[in-house]
């Protein structure tokens, strides 16, 4: 889609503006049933088979809370250093929209689960940002509206919508910021860190797979600009549903320099949704965003109050796992590698996977180098995330194993990756299918190491006259006719051996 926005350089914006940011993230929790109902979660099923009369609002059903969805908000809570509410209400958020079959969507408003918390995210050269936490509150996902007929798969231009109510009722854990203020230029790039470290800790707690290109984790990206030395804030708008981390990045940056162009040209902000673009990081308008007073809340009239007894919340506290940036840290002193280094293993989505392959049996060094290596190329080629590739951790510390015993050198090492990925069966079974092991023989690499000297008596004298570094090239003789499979240091000792040179 082509936008005609006007913008100003981002340097121009900056130059006259402080950016405010609010963030909502919404986190798809991974319980097997639905919020209040006992209807599945499971993905991929013909559309509207997930559903039943409470979550399809239907007359005389009545919603029972999900015990795991409420430790799931509690332990979301606590991972933010929030304050746990001792009593709370779910409360009825009601706007008409034909993807919420009941007409209201059962959420929590003034008395959200968790409040007031924070989370503190490294930027890139090593700074800590502190980003402070409103409040988590529990809610239901609505369900899934497909237009179909107009071009841009939206209601714009579309003939009709079919609706699936699968999704209606799924747990959600909403996430929302107070205002960021202080990131100055930084914004965006604070809006991606906070994001970031927010998945990590999501999945750290394993109460979702936070994957954002399902949808299981996304972020509203509310933006104000306001003048220097100004206090209020601006007019926000809401950019809507952004789905990777570089577009929370983008969207940021796009609308700072939006609003700085309305702004300087004497406009006013309107406090709208907003869509994202992937194809050109731009936003285009997507309705007026209406108060809350708009929505009539009011208590939910057929749920009980929740009070989590504090015995439970510090049972939960106790069995938190270690925070991301905490592992992170103490891996990253185990390994011995640079903050830059962590942070491309973090952006490739490989610590686990690395550490994985560590607790299989393979040294730091070699599980980083297979894993940041062929498999993250391969991972990229394929459009996969790497923890999605068709190799196990186990199946890598056996190839570095091989590697290590002098079994395999890199470059087959490579090849037997590569007939992993392709279904060929483990390691062993590749290299005994492809006859890739090392040769290390005697006898058949001494045969090719005669040859290689026959054929290149000119470097051979060389080698004879002191300049022992010329047999590099007969190494790389012998590994060609061996088809790369030969010990390349057996091969260069038996060369200088045969030519009566030391080593």
């Known amino acids: 889609m082509t936008v005609t926005t006007d913008l100003v350089s981002y340097e121009d914006a900056l130059a006259t503006y402080d950016p405010v940011m609010g963030l909502e993230v919404h986190v798809e929790l991974g319980t097997k049933t639905k919020m209040f109902c006992g209807c599945s979660t499971e993905l991929g099923q013909d559309a509207n088979t997930q559903t039943c009369p409470t979550c399809l609002g239907l007359p005389g059903a009545l919603p029972v809370v999900n015990e795991i969805g409420v430790e799931s908000a509690i332990k979301i809570g606590l991972a933010l250093n929030c304050e746990i509410a001792e009593w709370c209400r779910f409360a009825r958020k009601n706007y008409f929209y034909p993807d919420m ?30 980003v402070e936490i409103e409040r988590a509150h529990m809610e239901e ?38 205002p960021i203020e ?160 962590m942070q491309s293993i973090l952006n490739a989505g490989a610590v686990d996977s690395i550490v994985a392959t560590i607790e299989a049996g393979a040294d730091s060094a070699s599980a980083r180098k297979w894993w940041m290596g062929e498999l993250a190329r391969n991972a990229n080629e394929t459009g996969r995330a790497i923890d999605e590739l068709p190799i196990t951790p186990e199946q890598v510390a056996r190839v570095a194993a091989l590697v290590a015993a002098g079994d395999l050198n890199d470059k087959l090492a490579r090849q037997v990756i590569e007939g992993v990925l392709a279904g060929e069966g483990g390691p062993d079974e590749v290299v005994e299918k492809r006859g890739l092991k090392v040769v290390s023989d005697d006898g058949a690499l001494g045969a090719a190491v005669d040859e290689a000297i026959a054929a290149n008596a000119g470097i051979a004298d060389k080698i004879r006259g002191g300049k022992v570094a010329a047999a590099g090239a007969l190494v790389g003789a012998v590994m060609k006719t061996t088809r790369g499979q030969a010990d390349a240091a057996r091969v260069r000792e038996l060369i200088l051996e045969k030519l009566g040179v030391e080593g």
């Open 101 to 130: 079959p009941k007409n209201f969507q059962t959420s929590q408003y003034d008395e959200p689960i968790a409040f007031n918390g924070y989370l503190d995210v490294q930027l890139e050269d090593g700074e800590i940002f502190r």
């Open 182 to 341: 202080g990131a100055g230029e930084r914004a965006p790039e604070v809006a991606k860190a906070y994001v970031a470290e927010l998945r990590e800790v999501i999945k750290a707690l394993n109460v979702s797979e936070a994957r954002m290109d399902k949808g299981q984790m996304r972020c509203d990206v509310n933006l104000s600009l306001r003048p220097h030395g100004r206090e209020e804030f601006g007019t926000r708008s809401e950019t809507k549903n952004v789905n990777s981390l570089r577009s929370v990045e983008r969207a940021a940056r796009f609308e700072i320099q939006r609003h700085a162009a309305v702004l300087n040209g004497g406009g006013t902000i309107l406090q709208e949704t907003r869509h994202f673009h992937e194809e050109d990081g731009s936003t285009t308008s997507g309705r007026i965003k209406d108060n809350a007073e708009d929505y009539r809340y009011f208590p939910e009239p057929d749920l009980v109050p929740v009070a989590p007894a504090r015995e439970w919340v510090e049972e939960l506290r106790a069995g938190l796992p270690e925070m991301p940036r905490v592992r992170r840290n103490r891996l990253r002193e185990e390994w011995g590698v640079n903050e830059h280094d």
């Open 141 to 178: 996902d609505t369900g899934k509206s497909t237009h179909v007929g107009g071009a841009t798969g939206r209601i714009h231009g579309a003939s009709h919508s079919l609706l699936d109510y699968n999704r209606a009722g799924i747990p959600l854990i909403e996430i929302v910021t107070k």
